[in-house]
């Protein structure tokens, strides 16, 4: 499929395959055995033991280390990990879990990201409720940042604040969740809109690329 695949590495002890998507964002398959329930989708093409189980860490450049790494450990709740080639490893909740944990590099010459194509906007946390969401807001203005109020965003409720080194984070509800408005066992076969683009689906459509299921 013409995919720009990177050299076999190890990462923290396991293997991993670096590639680039079509945009040229840096991802990375990483093969573990660390357990993580996820829902098999029986007409992929992959078989289920080959299939994605989620996202397992997202990375994220810093020009100095400490000021983000105390944001982690004093106010959002992670735990320090581990440190192997220059990455240090985070984690919340219950250990080495997939989709709970952040790597981070200090690179204190590389130049400050860019909005764009191939590049990476925010990164999401996920929290129980709004009950949750406000306690940790809390806290994090507490901690002097500028979080924003929470947004109703119709199926999940978020709270955005820019970390020490300048990453956007976001806080996100489990709920109301994606089958307020979509039959769950229909998820992703049709564009849905939140009510306030439903008026501008037309253009919307129009500027999407076409989708093929080969």
């Known amino acids: 499929h ?7 590495e190890r990462r923290f002890g396991e293997r991993v395959l670096p590639f680039r998507d079509p945009h040229g964002l840096a ?4 093969e ?43 106010v959002l709740g992670f735990a320090r990990l581990g440190e192997a080639d220059g990455w240090v490893r985070f984690g919340v909740g219950k250990g080495r ?8 590099r200090a690179l204190p010459k590389e130049r400050r990201g860019r909005w764009g194509t191939g590049g ?16 940790l807001r809390e806290r ?4 002097g940042l500028r979080p924003t109020p929470p947004i109703d965003r119709f199926w999940f409720m978020s709270v955005y604040f820019l970390e020490p080194g300048g990453v956007l984070f976001e806080l996100a509800t489990d709920g109301p969740g994606f089958g307020r ?8 076969q049709r564009l849905i809109l939140p009510p306030w683009l439903e008026g501008q689906r037309k253009e919307i459509e129009r500027a999407l690329p076409p989708l093929r299921l080969d």
């Open 181 to 188: 408005d979509e039959d769950p066992e229909r998820l992703g």
């Open 32 to 74: 573990t055995d660390r357990e993580r329930p996820f829902v098999p989708w029986k007409k992929s093409v992959v078989p289920e033991p080959h299939q994605l189980r989620g996202m397992d860490a997202v990375r994220l450049w810093e020009r100095d280390l400490e000021p983000t790494s105390a944001l982690l450990t004093g």
């Open 97 to 104: 879990v997939a989709g709970a944990m952040v790597e981070i």
């Open 120 to 135: 990476v906007h925010h990164v999401a946390w996920r929290v129980h409720d709004t009950d949750e969401q406000i306690a």
């Open 140 to 143: 994090i203005e507490q901690a």
């Open 2 to 8: 013409g995919v720009s695949l990177g050299d076999e």
């Open 27 to 30: 991802l990375a398959l990483v």
